[in-house]
T-cell receptor
Framework: QKEVEQDPGPLSVPEGAIVSLNCTYS??????FMWYRQYSRKGPELLMY????GNKEDGRFTAQVDKSSKYISLFIRDSQPSDSATYLC?????????FGQGTTLQVKP | NAGVMQNPRHLVRRRGQEARLRCSPM?????VYWYRQLPEEGLKFMVYLQKENIIDESGMPKERFSAEFPKEGPSILRIQQVVRGDSAAYFC??????????????FGPGTRLTVL
């Protein structure tokens, strides 16, 4: 079993839709949780960082962490074609990050 | 404020040659991490360094790979006697000084290594 599981998709939605991306994990030692966006042949871009259970909102993005269920989510409201990318969840406890496989998202105009 | 810088962006080597990848962290950052992304795979941790110290190298292959972050200058990831399986994108990330329990990592654009 992988430490971090993420559905690779692809996920295709119409412009304006609400997108839900999810990861599950098995290691209860993870202390902080991140979401990155990666465009093709580019480096990952940090979108959201959280270190406690609950919700964190930043513009159109909301990150949710449920440590009791070992489950994290990223919601994107009013999705735009420019949101089309691969979204990576990542988590860690002492420096190194463990990444999910990444979910490929396509937002169609 | 410049982000994480990596060079070269593309590197082509023949089997058996050496590859040197460089990473300059963001200004004020003292922690550097190297990750590898193989085709169709996720990002895999390789090594975590602070100035002149290797903190965690649990993801580094036992042979041919080494990393350093000297007191002055960029961090270097060195791959000796490259093989075709080393072809991948290598990303460097950096984070500010402080408790590793609080650890936002910012990534560079990557170096794409191709081994012929």
């Amino acid at each position: 079993q992988k430490e971090v599981e993420q559905d690779p998709g692809p996920l295709s939605v119409p412009e304006g839709a609400i997108v839900s991306l999810n990861c599950t994990y098995s290691n209860s030692a993870f202390q902080y949780f991140m979401w990155y966006r990666q465009y093709s042949r580019k480096g990952p871009e940090l979108l959201m960082y959280t270190y406690s259970s609950g919700n964190k909102e930043d513009g159109r993005f909301t990150a949710q962490v449920d440590k009791s269920s070992k489950y994290i989510s990223l919601f994107i409201r009013d999705s735009q074609p420019s949101d089309s990318a691969t979204y990576l969840c990542a988590m860690g406890s002492a420096g190194k990050l463990i990444f999910g496989q990444g979910t490929t998202l396509q937002v169609k105009p | 404020n410049a982000g994480v810088m990596q060079n070269p962006r593309h590197l082509v080597r023949r089997r058996g040659q050496e590859a040197r990848l460089r990473c300059s962290p963001m200004k004020g950052h003292s922690h550097v991490y190297w990750y590898r992304q193989l085709p169709e795979e996720g990002l895999k941790f390789m090594v975590y360094l602070q100035k002149e110290n290797i903190i965690d190298e649990s993801g580094m292959p036992k042979e041919r790979f080494s990393a350093e972050f000297p007191k002055e200058g960029p961090s270097i990831l060195r791959i000796q006697q490259v093989v075709r399986g080393d072809s991948a994108a290598y990303f460097c990330a950096s984070s500010p000084p402080g408790d590793v329990g609080y650890n936002e990592q910012f990534f560079g654009p990557g170096t794409r290594l191709t081994v012929l």
